[in-house]
């Protein structure tokens, strides 16, 4: 058998049979659950009951009696209602001491969960145009229903009083707004928040894996180094065939992990139930030009900066050494990241495209483009295709030079012990290696 | 004389120092060959360029008259000075990688394992964890890993370094044994004592340069019978003075005296036995150290001058 592939599945072995990548494997999907479906689930549920309100009304033109109407027209998915107001106040006389009581025994209900929140109509609010919902935390939707049911009636009552001579309801429904909804090129539906979320979580699964592997090659490098172990290696493989083993190894250790999470990720698609899950999600998910890319940026991240990791394994002694080189290969993986909420409003703007191209941004950078502008087929004709297949080449190329400089580096590093080589000394090495 | 290995001219240096200066040497097959000489003598980077860790800057490494071919790699067993395992592994798994990539099959492999651990009493510890293993168990270990793909070549840097001294018989023997296998065995060492029980041949190089090589047998017997061993009670001081006697070295419990051409021994004894109590007066060939510190202090350049290589 092959030396190279001898110490390639020795390496695999190493990895796949400790305790802690099966940990990983599990626990890391887990993780993703937990932030992602559990709150789909806790909100799903708490949607399901009808909330209790109450008003005080301190117009007294009759705008709670008018709004409680309103609110009955919200119903709950089963068909019960969405709001039930418990009690409609209306202070009399309008002095402060029997307002504050009345607030201050609502407030009561609230923190004794009798109601989730009341709502005080403003005196003169026709004039100036105030309400105010108390609760103790508040849901996006509830606020904008009750903010637009509000106005509605308000906005009646002002023509009302205006004598404009048009019925209040054909004035509501001259004026209703338009549902603006997002979809991608090819009519997709796409919500901001989700195609955001998609990109990320397959860039974090880049960072992830590329960085915790990484730092696993390095570590191993660094100990066997240290240990001597690479000394008798090298009698009997030569140093390139050393650093490619485990470069593979662990690769290979890494696509095992990522493919199964994808395979988890399918299977909980696929028994979701009624779990509320994005259908673009699932395009994202089940889609084969995109995965392809992934697959093929991910081999060629990890190669890149599995082999930086090996270069500083190669010149330092000691963990802590290691660190202070660690810092920017972190920064350069995790850029588009940062930059990820610009690019998700401009995928193809020429910064975009420039950023994308250049080696050490390419892997993550395209994964997030071609996330956020969404491939269909793989058809050369669409620019983006076209941009991934040149980030491929230019990627491939810059890992080949990264492993030429690497495997200089490598060989005498991993034989020198103590002193930490100086930079004009390993420009020598790769120079004269 | 047929050799397996040969130096021819061999250079290497570093940065600011000649680490290894046109270094020749014949190791005859079959033989167990000693380089010897102090710490950064230069030993250890020419058993690198031997073993194709590092390049030298001139000269060749030749394996039975050529070049070194793809798979020396494989016919060699070589120990480094400072010694590693895989923590983690148990001792089967690591013997069995160190051996897959030295070409070994597996059928092979398992048919010696059981063999070697029981020579080295470590059979009982077969599924343990090399981390597991005493110290001395572990360098038992490495000597196996270094010897169970039957080398045709084995290398050994610093041989007897940090071994306990069961291990050091332990392996002696072993060394022995491959010796008469047909196994050429060169190692480097510092330690002279050793090295003289069981060096065939010996090469002394001091500041990466030879001092001195050849049949150890012949050295000795070159460097004459003009080396006397004393034993004896009280300050013995004076005999560095008494006539004939060139150097004295002291050891532990005994003083060795080099005699100079002209030298009676008989008068020194009788000298030396009429001040002191003399336990022992042993005429006899002088001890590689001797031999090494004599030469050591003369410039190497000098030395082949005045004393043809054998």
């Given at each position: 058998?092959?030396?190279?592939?001898?110490?390639?599945k020795?390496e695999?072995?190493?990895?796949?049979?400790?305790?802690?990548?099966?940990?990983?494997?599990?626990?890391?999907?887990?993780?993703?659950v937990?932030?992602?479906v559990?709150?789909?689930?806790?909100?799903?549920?708490?949607?399901?009951?009808?909330?209790?309100?109450?008003?005080?009304?301190?117009?007294?033109?009759?705008?709670?009696?008018?709004?409680?109407?309103?609110?009955?027209?919200?119903k709950?998915?089963?068909?019960?209602?969405?709001?039930?107001?418990?009690?409609i106040?209306?202070?009399?006389?309008?002095?402060?001491?029997?307002?504050?009581?009345?607030?201050?025994?609502?407030?009561?209900?609230?923190?004794?969960?009798e109601?989730?929140?009341?709502?005080?109509?403003?005196?003169?609010?026709?004039?100036?145009?105030?309400?105010?919902?108390?609760?103790?935390?508040?849901?996006?939707?509830?606020?904008?229903?009750?903010?637009?049911?509000?106005?509605?009636?308000?906005?009646?009552?002002?023509?009302?009083?205006?004598?404009?001579?048009?019925?209040?309801?054909?004035?509501?429904?001259?004026?209703?707004?338009?549902?603006?909804?997002?979809?991608?090129?090819?009519?997709?539906?796409?919500?901001?928040?989700?195609?955001?979320?998609?990109?990320?979580?397959?860039?974090?699964?880049?960072?992830?894996?590329?960085?915790?592997?990484?730092?696993?090659?390095?570590?191993?490098?660094?100990?066997?180094?240290?240990?001597?172990?690479?000394?008798?290696?090298?009698?009997?493989?030569?140093?390139?065939?050393l650093?490619?083993?485990?470069?593979?190894?662990?690769?290979?250790?890494?696509?095992?992990?990522?493919?199964?999470?994808?395979?988890?990720?399918?299977?909980?698609?696929?028994?979701?139930?009624?779990?509320?899950?994005?259908?673009?999600?699932?395009?994202?998910l089940?889609?084969?030009?995109?995965?392809?890319?992934?697959?093929?940026?991910?081999?060629?991240?990890?190669?890149?900066?599995?082999?930086?990791?090996?270069?500083?394994?190669?010149?330092?002694?000691?963990?802590?050494?290691?660190?202070?080189?660690?810092?920017?290969?972190?920064?350069?993986?995790?850029?588009?990241?940062?930059?990820?909420?610009?690019?998700?409003?401009?995928?193809?703007?020429?910064?975009a495209i420039?950023?994308?191209?250049?080696?050490?941004?390419?892997?993550?950078?395209?994964?997030?483009?071609?996330?956020?502008?969404?491939?269909e087929?793989?058809?050369?004709?669409?620019?983006?295709?076209?941009?991934?297949?040149?980030?491929?080449?230019i990627?491939?190329?810059?890992?080949?030079?990264?492993?030429?400089?690497?495997?200089?580096?490598?060989?005498?590093?991993?034989?020198?012990?103590?002193?930490?080589?100086?930079?004009?000394?390993?420009?020598?090495?790769?120079?004269?290696? | 004389?047929?050799?397996?290995?040969k130096?021819?001219?061999?250079?290497?240096?570093?940065?600011d120092?000649?680490?290894?200066?046109?270094?020749?040497?014949?190791?005859?097959?079959?033989?167990?060959?000693?380089?010897?000489?102090?710490?950064?003598?230069?030993?250890?980077?020419?058993?690198?360029?031997?073993?194709?860790?590092?390049?030298?800057?001139?000269?060749?490494?030749?394996?039975?008259?050529?070049?070194?071919?793809?798979?020396?790699?494989?016919?060699?067993?070589?120990?480094?000075?400072?010694?590693?395992?895989?923590?983690?592994?148990?001792?089967?798994?690591i013997?069995?990688?160190?051996?897959?990539?030295?070409?070994?099959?597996?059928n092979?492999?398992?048919?010696?394992?059981?063999?070697?651990l029981?020579?080295?009493?470590?059979?009982?510890?077969?599924?343990?964890?090399?981390?597991?293993?005493?110290?001395?168990?572990?360098?038992?270990?490495?000597?196996?890993?270094?010897?169970?793909?039957?080398?045709?070549?084995?290398?050994?840097?610093?041989?007897?370094?940090?071994?306990?001294?069961?291990?050091?018989?332990?392996?002696?023997?072993?060394?022995?044994?491959?010796?008469?296998?047909?196994?050429?065995?060169?190692f480097?060492?510092?330690?002279?004592e050793?090295?003289?029980?069981?060096?065939?041949?010996?090469?002394?190089?001091?500041?990466?340069?030879?001092?001195?090589?050849?049949?150890?047998?012949?050295?000795?017997?070159?460097?004459?019978?003009?080396?006397?061993?004393?034993?004896?009670?009280?300050?013995?001081?004076?005999?560095?003075?008494?006539?004939?006697?060139?150097k004295?070295?002291?050891?532990?419990?005994?003083?060795?005296?080099?005699?100079?051409?002209?030298?009676?021994?008989?008068?020194?004894?009788?000298?030396?036995?009429?001040?002191?109590?003399?336990?022992?007066?042993?005429?006899?060939?002088?001890?590689?150290?001797?031999?090494?510190?004599?030469?050591?202090?003369?410039?190497?350049?000098?030395?082949?001058?005045?004393?043809?290589?054998?």
């Amino acid at each position: 058998m092959n030396k190279l592939w001898i110490l390639i599945k020795s390496e695999y072995n190493q990895v796949v049979k400790k305790k802690s990548f099966l940990i990983g494997i599990l626990l890391t999907p887990l993780f993703m659950v937990l932030v992602t479906v559990v709150p789909a689930l806790l909100m799903a549920k708490k949607s399901a009951t009808t909330e209790k309100t109450a008003i005080i009304d301190l117009d007294k033109q009759g705008i709670g009696e008018k709004f409680k109407e309103k609110l009955a027209e919200y119903k709950l998915d089963d068909g019960g209602p969405a709001y039930e107001v418990a009690e409609i106040l209306t202070p009399d006389p309008l002095d402060s001491v029997s307002i504050a009581t009345m607030k201050a025994r609502l407030d009561s209900l609230i923190l004794a969960k009798e109601i989730k929140s009341y709502l005080v109509i403003s005196p003169d609010i026709e004039n100036k145009d105030t309400a105010f919902i108390v609760a103790k935390s508040f849901g996006f939707r509830t606020s904008g229903r009750f903010e637009r049911r509000l106005s509605d009636i308000v906005a009646s009552l002002r023509l009302e009083k205006a004598k404009v001579g048009v019925s209040i309801d054909s004035v509501l429904h001259l004026t209703r707004s338009v549902i603006l909804s997002e979809k991608a090129p090819g009519g997709r539906e796409r919500d901001f928040l989700t195609v955001y979320l998609g990109g990320i979580i397959f860039v974090m699964i880049i960072f992830m894996t590329v960085i915790g592997y990484g730092q696993i090659l390095m570590r191993a490098i660094i100990e066997e180094k240290n240990s001597r172990i690479m000394e008798v290696l090298v009698s009997s493989v030569s140093s390139f065939q050393l650093m490619a083993s485990k470069i593979i190894g662990l690769g290979l250790a890494n696509l095992t992990q990522v493919a199964i999470w994808i395979v988890i990720g399918m299977g909980i698609y696929a028994f979701r139930g009624n779990l509320d899950i994005r259908a673009d999600i699932a395009e994202i998910l089940f889609n084969p030009v995109f995965i392809f890319f992934f697959v093929v940026y991910l081999i060629l991240g990890y190669i890149m900066y599995s082999s930086l990791f090996a270069l500083i394994g190669a010149i330092v002694n000691t963990d802590k050494e290691a660190q202070n080189f660690i810092f920017p290969i972190t920064m350069s993986l995790i850029f588009p990241v940062i930059l990820a909420s610009y690019f998700i409003q401009e995928p193809d703007s020429t910064t975009a495209i420039v950023l994308s191209l250049i080696p050490f941004f390419t892997p993550t950078m395209m994964i997030l483009r071609l996330s956020f502008m969404g491939v269909e087929t793989f058809s050369l004709s669409n620019p983006i295709i076209l941009e991934a297949i040149i980030g491929i080449v230019i990627t491939a190329l810059a890992d080949i030079l990264i492993i030429w400089v690497t495997a200089r580096i490598f060989r005498i590093g991993i034989l020198m012990y103590g002193k930490r080589p100086t930079l004009p000394e390993i420009v020598k090495w790769v120079r004269h290696g | 004389m047929h050799e397996y290995l040969k130096l021819e001219n061999i250079s290497k240096r570093y940065d600011d120092k000649i680490a290894v200066d046109n270094l020749s040497l014949s190791v005859p097959k079959g033989s167990i060959y000693g380089v010897i000489g102090p710490n950064g003598a230069g030993k250890t980077t020419t058993i690198r360029m031997i073993m194709d860790i590092i390049a030298p800057d001139a000269g060749k490494v030749l394996i039975n008259g050529q070049n070194a071919v793809a798979d020396f790699k494989n016919k060699v067993g070589y120990l480094p000075e400072e010694r590693g395992l895989y923590k983690k592994m148990t001792l089967e798994e690591i013997i069995s990688l160190l051996a897959e990539i030295k070409g070994c099959s597996r059928n092979f492999i398992n048919e010696r394992i059981p063999i070697w651990l029981d020579k080295m009493s470590l059979g009982e510890y077969r599924k343990k964890k090399v981390e597991e293993l005493s110290k001395g168990m572990q360098q038992k270990l490495q000597f196996i890993t270094t010897l169970l793909h039957e080398p045709d070549l084995i290398i050994l840097d610093e041989l007897f370094s940090g071994l306990d001294p069961l291990n050091i018989e332990l392996i002696k023997n072993i060394l022995l044994e491959e010796k008469r296998r047909g196994t050429t065995i060169l190692f480097s060492t510092h330690v002279m004592e050793q090295a003289e029980k069981l060096c065939d041949y010996i090469c002394l190089i001091n500041k990466g340069k030879k001092v001195l090589d050849g049949r150890l047998a012949e050295i000795k017997s070159r460097f004459g019978r003009n080396t006397v061993h004393v034993e004896a009670e009280g300050d013995t001081s004076f005999v560095r003075s008494l006539p004939g006697v060139e150097k004295v070295t002291e050891f532990n419990n005994y003083l060795e005296l080099k005699l100079n051409e002209t030298a009676d021994s008989r008068a020194i004894l009788k000298e030396i036995a009429d001040r002191l109590m003399v336990r022992r007066f042993e005429m006899l060939t002088p001890s590689l150290y001797s031999i090494f510190i004599d030469i050591a202090r003369v410039d190497p350049d000098e030395l082949t001058r005045k004393e043809p290589a054998l």
